[in-house]
Structure formats: structure tokens, C-alpha cells
T-cell receptor, first 114, second 113 residues
């Protein structure tokens, strides 16, 4: 099976712009979670989608949003970018997203905000 | 904010030695998982231990969990240069915490050939 894929791998934006990141889960996985990784805050949970519904959300401002399509692919969007949004954004998929499952991570999208 | 702390923050050893990393967490959990990350890439799942388990093995990995102390340890035996990476513990709370893992700060392991 192909692993989790994320596009693009690298992105450079300027403050105030918006960005959309994409994640394709492992075939058959219906849950997609997103995380932000920064040197200062570490790995932080953004949100989780299952069957096109957001079931769980972390403590991030409303500028961070996401969605999931019927084929389980997911996108996350960050509007009005700030310098502090520079980070590695990771998505992870699992079969059904229950808490007892392991998650499989993609390689990440490295976002730099100038 | 992070669920807990990992100790040590950095560990440097020689090939063939054992490496032990510790993780503490704050709230009750359903399970605890360990992940490895190479050079800012994606995370690779290593092992999952449930809250009713005390010890688990997988190849050269041994994980222990003490829910009374809210702590876990990861032991890598006979380490190799290829084990050089950052190691993270992550907790899953259960209940309605769908798809959410709460990560520790990580331990940077360097194994010298």
C-alpha cells in the first residue's frame, strides 16, 4: 500500500496570504488528523476529520481550517498567514480514528512565512 | 501545550550500547505510543502500549508503562547508527478524543558508529 502523501512538500508564502495543504491518506483509512510542528511548541494537534466531518479540534485560531472529501483526502487551509505559522505541517491517517489506533504520518509540508 | 515531558532531551551513545528514554504525562490515558522522526520528516510509529499493559516488546524495543506514576520508558537495545533520530511519546486519551495524539517534547538520540 502507498503511504500517506502530502503536497506540496515545501511552500514559501508572505504574511497576509493564505495557503492550502493537501493530504492523501492510506487507501482504506477514513480518519485524517493534522498536526503542526514548531521548535518552540513541538507537535500540536490541529484537527481530525472522519467521513467528511470534523470530529475533534485543537486550540488553534479560526484562521486554521480544514475539510475532508468523500475519498478521504483532506485539505487544510491557513488564512491571513503570520510569521508564527512557519512550521512543518503533518497529516496522519488511521483506519477509523479511534483512540486505540496507531496513526501513519506523511512526510509533511514545510511552510515558511516571510 | 504538551502533555508531558521527555527525559533526557538529548542522548549521545556509541553503537552497541542501550538507549533509554523516559516520558511523563499528566492526564489519564487509553494508550501511549512511541514514534521516531528523522531530520524533520514524518513520524514513524514504533510501538503502542495500552493502559492495562505494563510492558511490551518489539524487536530491539522494550516499552514499559506505569500508570500510577504516569510515566513510560523506551529502551532500544544494541543501538545502531541508523537509530539516530528524535523519539516522541504520544498519549491517546480515549473518550471523544478522536484522532488526537498529545506529544511529548521528544528526545534527540545520536548513535555514534
Amino acid at each position: 500500500k502507498a503511504g500517506v502523501t502530502q503536497t506540496p512538500r515545501y511552500l514559501i508564502k508572505t504574511r497576509g496570504q493564505q495557503v492550502t495543504l493537501s493530504c492523501s491518506p492510506i487507501s482504506g483509512h477514513r480518519s485524517v488528523s493534522w498536526y503542526q510542528q514548531t521548535p518552540g511548541q513541538g507537535l500540536q494537534f490541529l484537527f481530525e476529520y472522519f467521513s467528511e466531518t470534523q470530529r475533534n479540534k485543537g486550540n488553534f485560531p479560526g484562521r486554521f481550517s480544514g475539510r475532508q472529501f468523500s475519498n478521504s483526502r483532506s485539505e487544510m487551509n491557513v488564512s491571513t498567514l503570520e510569521l508564527g505559522d512557519s512550521a512543518l505541517y503533518l497529516c496522519a491517517s488511521s483506519l477509523v480514528g479511534e483512540f486505540h489506533n496507531e496513526q501513519f504520518f506523511g512526510p509533511g509540508t514545510r511552510l515558511t512565512v516571510l | 501545550s504538551q502533555q508531558g515531558e521527555e527525559d533526557p532531551q538529548a542522548l549521545s551513545i556509541q553503537e552497541g550500547e542501550n538507549a533509554t528514554m523516559n516520558c511523563s504525562y499528566k492526564t489519564s490515558i487509553n494508550n501511549l505510543q512511541w514514534y521516531r522522526q528523522n531530520s524533520g520528516r514524518g513520524l514513524v510509529h514504533l510501538i503502542l502500549i495500552r493502559s492495562n499493559e505494563r510492558e511490551k516488546h518489539s524487536g530491539r524495543l522494550r516499552v514499559t508503562l506505569d500508570t500510577s506514576k504516569k510515566s513510560s520508558s523506551l529502551l532500544i537495545t544494541a543501538s545502531r547508527a541508523a537509530d539516530t533520530a528524535s523519539y516522541f511519546c504520544a498519549t491517546a486519551a480515549g473518550g471523544t478524543s478522536y484522532g488526537k495524539l498529545t506529544f511529548g517534547q521528544g528526545t534527540i538520540l545520536t548513535v555514534h558508529p
